[in-house]
């Protein structure tokens, strides 16, 4: 068997589990793409019928509002029909199950299968057995991997910041268990960031080998200093016991994000969370909520962005088929 | 900030959180769309295009078959998509994660977000909080209010009844912890019903100060003599105990809608009950199943009530975007 | 009452409740018009607006992936709008409620009731109240019924065999406790296959005043031999246990259909399973991906099977109520 690639052998995008491989001009036209699906607040949102008569499932192992329903939202305004699915799909790997589930899906004309599940492989997986008209998106992979946020986060800097390469980007907080965190990394490094920190406690660093050419800081008013791009990430309390941190409140006074810290960054800069956002943790609320928050544009481009995916995967399908 | 309003700056409705406050005329104005949508039994249902491109998110704090369908089927056959997720809003009001959870959907272009939740004021919170073209309409709050379900009666009593100003309405059960109740108080007394009463043990009366102008009675003989219309309340067990009544059997005995007490009221009167029917405690199966049961007529208008709201707030909202 | 039937006044079908009492031209004109929705993996599938405007409610009393999606895709492929509702009628019955559920959804306009339920009866209670221009599908009763499995399994064979009367069809395991063989019972006989085998352990055959005119094997080798259609149930651990076999390892090694065992049916044999399957107990997991088995057609089969079924419904209701 050939190694896994996201690509059909056309070289065109086929499966989105990880941003690993993609080059600067496939992430660039992603994103360019999404931008054609954005509307102002208010105004009646982009649709289309570019997926009528595709079928997209969404296969989430957690009542997941946030995620589940910016993909519903995306497939069904491009004029798909979507079946929403809670399965834990990874508890079935063994004895194979997992592929009956998918199998008897694809017999029923699913096209797209849109994967959360807590461990990592179950994706890829998918990807290496579905047949060659059907792709796979990941929604979140274990701590690995969470695609359309990398685009998403890209989509929000280039937005604002317009660009990449000048820019000092920092993420800021449980890097080392976070799936966003791998994926922007990703996105960052093949978009050639400026500067690309990391900024956590020792403890909630990635090991030394993961993310070569990221600058690492142990201290957060040093990570953030003059920073362009704030990204806080998501922390989870049993991570804090991990960082041998006693609680929210002292991981807030140790790691939050508040308007005094804010201050070391550039005047302009702006500040992301993948949310949910747990305020007064990684984030104070009144920056959350502050001018330099940008966190509901990006589930905005979240849905934009994964329109822009649906659409592509779908196009390059009728190309292979040789209906395009 | 300016008081909690429900009508946009024009004057028009942009919320339906409550039915306090709505002018005879207005109500009038809802029941009147509201029946152009009423078909024959068998005949295909009304269906428009009218909110093709808007998003209406379900967000409940149970899974209600009944009101939960009745706004999806509205919403459907209006041409919008629709967005189904079980959640207990009110259990977020802390740290203000509610708010956290509406403006993610915002952002992902919700136009409407149809709200059941069991604590009083999530509703007109989140609508204090939405952008300018986003509408909050209630579906059940706590025992406050369930101003669809006020419309759906009156338009009821309005197919029997061709009118209110001459009609003795007996409202009878746990009026006290009835938002059934009171959004009819609501609705009857905007229509300025001929007699509007409440008839109830003493212990499920609302507080005195409630409903002014209400005739009340703790006698269910006298309160539903001459009655033109009679409207039973869904009783729950807890509440029995409350009035000291020692189990279903005995609240049947004494508050139960028979056969025989059904006979004190007009020859011609209407029975009337929001459902799920508790079958032989608030009311006898042989007078929900009788000639005078109006119950499957009220689910079949709370369809067509719900698409008249839906319609008309975002009919309102094109005109304030001066789209039309 | 009249005694419960499927039909309508004209003949046509109304309900499917049960294969019982189809003739062999009423399967075949479901399973032809079936054939019309069917296309090649990769090609979009066959999708019409004969639906539009029909209110399609989904009531199972599980979670089931399978089946509720194959009702779900095959009822938006024809434009219907579909409601999924988790419920467990059977435990309403009782107060009679299970019909004020159905009178309320029908009261929003609800078409057609698509039910699955453990107890038995319940869809044809439903049927025989709803009135006149809504149909009652069974997705599963009991063990008693399952009417479109047996349709898709017919259709499965015909397209591999190309026909019905001189086959020799081994249906294998369970048999005692499966709405499926029951189902394929029904159909088979109406098709009048050459010769109809069940083949199970004592304990889990049926009554001997069931299925009269198939044979019985209570060797698993003997029932196999020479057989076009091997066609195995799914197994549960209880039913083992009733069986006297210790555990699934010993039920694989008394009852599992192996590469071996297959080898006693004739060559070109095909093996079918109602799905989901327990690997390496009623089937080896070689087999059931080997080249013999046609698993993955019988559930794409399925939903074109459903697709007819509902098509037929709706246009014989319309036929009754003179719009065509």
New interface residues.
């Given amino acids: 068997m050939l190694p896994f690639s996201q690509f059909d052998p056309a070289g065109q995008l086929r499966h989105l589990i990880t941003l690993d491989g993609l080059t600067s001009d496939q992430i660039r036209g992603l994103i360019e793409r999404a931008q054609h699906f954005l509307?102002a607040?208010?105004v009646?949102?982009a649709?289309s019928h570019e997926l009528?008569?595709?079928?997209v499932a969404n296969l989430f192992n957690e009542?997941s509002?946030?995620t589940r329903?910016?993909f519903?939202?995306a497939a069904?305004?491009l004029g798909a029909?979507v079946?929403n699915?809670?399965?834990q799909l990874s508890s079935r790997v063994k004895?194979?199950?997992v592929l009956?589930?998918i199998?008897?899906?694809?017999?029923?004309?699913v096209d797209v299968f849109v994967i959360r599940d807590a461990e990592p492989g179950v994706g890829q997986f998918v990807a290496e057995h579905v047949?060659?008209?059907v792709s796979v998106l990941s929604a979140g992979e274990a701590h690995l991997s969470h695609p359309t946020q990398g685009l998403l986060d890209a989509l929000t800097i280039l937005q604002y910041k317009g660009g990449f390469r000048d820019l000092v980007i920092a993420v800021i907080g449980d890097v080392r268990h976070s799936r966003v965190a791998r994926s922007a990394y990703q996105v960052f490094s093949a978009l050639e960031v400026g500067e690309l920190r990391i900024v956590a406690p020792d403890a909630l660093m990635p090991e030394p080998s993961e993310m070569p050419g990221a600058v690492r800081f142990n201290s957060l008013e040093a990570g953030i200093a003059h920073a362009d791009v704030v990204m806080t990430l998501r922390v989870q309390k049993e991570r804090m016991a991990e960082a041998a941190i006693p609680d929210p409140h002292d991981y807030h006074a140790a790691w939050g994000l508040t308007r005094a810290r804010l201050k070391l960054a550039r005047p302009e800069a702006i500040v992301m969370h993948p949310?949910?956002?747990n305020?007064?943790i990684e984030i104070a609320?009144d920056v959350a909520d502050g001018p330099h928050s940008v966190i509901?544009?990006q589930?905005?481009n979240?849905?934009a962005v994964r329109m822009a995916v649906l659409e592509t995967v779908i196009a390059n399908?009728r190309q292979r088929?040789g209906l395009r």
Wanted: neutral net charge; charged residues 30%.
């Fill in positions: 509307r607040p208010g009646e949102p649709r009528a008569g595709i079928t009542p509002t946030r329903s910016s519903e939202l069904r305004r029909d079946l699915i809670e399965i004895g194979e199950t009956d589930t199998y008897t899906l694809q017999s029923m004309a047949q060659d008209h949310g949910p956002v305020r007064d609320s509901r544009q589930v905005t979240g849905v399908r088929q």
